[in-house]
Each structure stands twice: as C-alpha cells, then as structure tokens.
C-alpha cells in the first residue's frame, strides 16, 4: 500500500522559515517523481514544486510565486522528500501535500498524503 | 503557463443521473511525446485528492468504471454516468505538459 506521510506543518511568523518532510512507502522511491500542492483555506490546488528521480538527474522546477523561497530535496536512502521554505508570508498559509508520480504512464500526480497545515501569522 | 478553466464551478445533480464538468486549457497540453497529459482529480470534504483520470481518458487504479474522460485539443470533459452518493466534493482538471496548473475546481452537490 503506497502511505506518505507529511510532518513539520507549524504556526510561524511572516519572514519566518520552515521545513516539511513526506516520508514514503509502499513504491520504488528513487525513481519516482516527487511534488508538493499547497490548499489555501477555501480555495483550490497549487503546485509549488517538484523533484525529479535521481536518475533523471534530481532536476527540481518551481512556479514564479515561490522560486528562490521554496526548496525541494530528497533523501532516497530514506524515502523521504523535504520542503524547505523561507521568507513566508500569509499567503503561503495552507495545507502542504506531498505528491509521487509513481508510474511512467501517467506522468500525473498518482498519491497524495494526507497533508500537513502551514500556518503563517504574527 | 497554460491555463486551466473548469465549467461550470458546482453542479447540484440528482442521484443516479449523470454528471458532466468541463475543462478548457489555454493552449494544447499535448506534450512533444505525442501524449496529452491531462489529468481529472477528486477530493471530498476533509480528504486530499486523489487521482481518477490521466491522459485524458485512463481510468488510474481502483477507480469505478463510471467515470470516463474526453477530450481533445483544447476542450476536456469529465462524465460520470450515474452519480453516487460518494462522488461528492470537488473535481479538477490538471496539466502536467508543461509543469503542473490546476483549474479552478468544480463543486459535484447532490441534489
């Protein structure tokens, strides 16, 4: 059964930074291709970031709106795929999902964590 | 970026009837292999998303027969053939040619 299971989600004050963590199960983690998907509260979907497979050269591709606050790495000897932000501000608050595309024949978003909350407030 | 445009925002249907939603991208997510990546999620209240469509019209693991998807070009809809009662929440549409984009999300009530 393919399990991800975010963590770090936490109150944190604007300009402040964070860390969020997706360990992952129940697949072959090193050749998947992992994302994270943020929900504000009450609005829709939005990708923020992935990281290819290490043998598709652990490329890592970001939108416009967080490019050079947002980082994504992964520990494959782990399973586990991080999120590290900086200079947050409230509209980075939302629910934070971890993502793998699993199959190559999707090329879509296969499994979806449970998501961890991301409060930004003073 | 391509844009994603979902029709109509919530759609009160009657169980048992059939259920359509639609999606629009701004250019062609057809991607360079010849494969059009788009893709149809569901997420019910409290849950995250999971996915039910992918390359316009394969059904992933698991996901009921009464799901299907069309779509060619710029123009992409969603059918449910005969709604069930847990077919409830939100459904999008989403890119993955070029990146990902989300649409804006369709609200699935029951009547």
């Known amino acids: 059964e393919v399990q991800l299971v975010e963590s770090g989600g936490d109150l944190v004050e604007p300009g402040g930074s964070l860390r969020l963590s997706c360990g992952a199960s129940?697949?072959?983690?090193?050749?998947?291709?992992m994302s994270w998907v943020r929900q504000g509260p009450g609005k829709g979907l939005e990708w923020v970031g992935r990281?290819?497979?290490?043998?598709?050269?652990?490329?890592?591709d970001y939108p416009a709106v967080v490019k050079g606050r947002f980082t994504i790495s992964r520990d494959d000897s782990k399973s586990t795929v991080y999120l590290e932000m900086s200079s947050l501000n409230t509209e980075d608050t939302a629910i934070y999902y971890c993502?793998?595309?699993?199959?190559?024949?999707?090329?879509?978003?296969?499994?979806w964590g449970q998501g961890t909350l991301v409060t930004v407030s003073s | 970026d391509i844009v994603m445009t979902q029709t109509p925002l919530s759609s009160p249907v009657t169980l048992g009837q059939p259920a359509s939603i639609y999606c629009r991208s701004s250019q062609s997510p057809i991607y360079r292999d010849g494969n059009t990546y788009l893709s149809w999620l569901h997420q019910r209240p409290g849950q995250p998303p999971r996915l039910l469509i992918y390359?316009?019209?394969k059904r992933f693991s698991g996901v009921p027969d009464r799901f299907s998807g069309s779509g060619a070009g710029t123009d992409f809809t969603l059918k449910i053939s005969r709604v069930e009662a847990e077919d409830v929440g939100v459904y999008y549409c989403?890119?993955?040619?070029?990146?990902?984009?989300f649409g804006q999300g369709t609200k699935l009530e029951i009547k």
């Open positions: 990281i290819k497979s290490k043998p598709d050269g652990e490329i890592t």
């Open positions: 390359q316009v019209s």
């Open positions: 993502t793998a595309d699993v199959a190559d024949e999707t090329s879509s978003l296969d499994y």
């Open positions: 129940g697949f072959p983690f090193n050749y998947a291709w």
């Open positions: 989403m890119q993955a040619t070029q990146l990902y984009t």
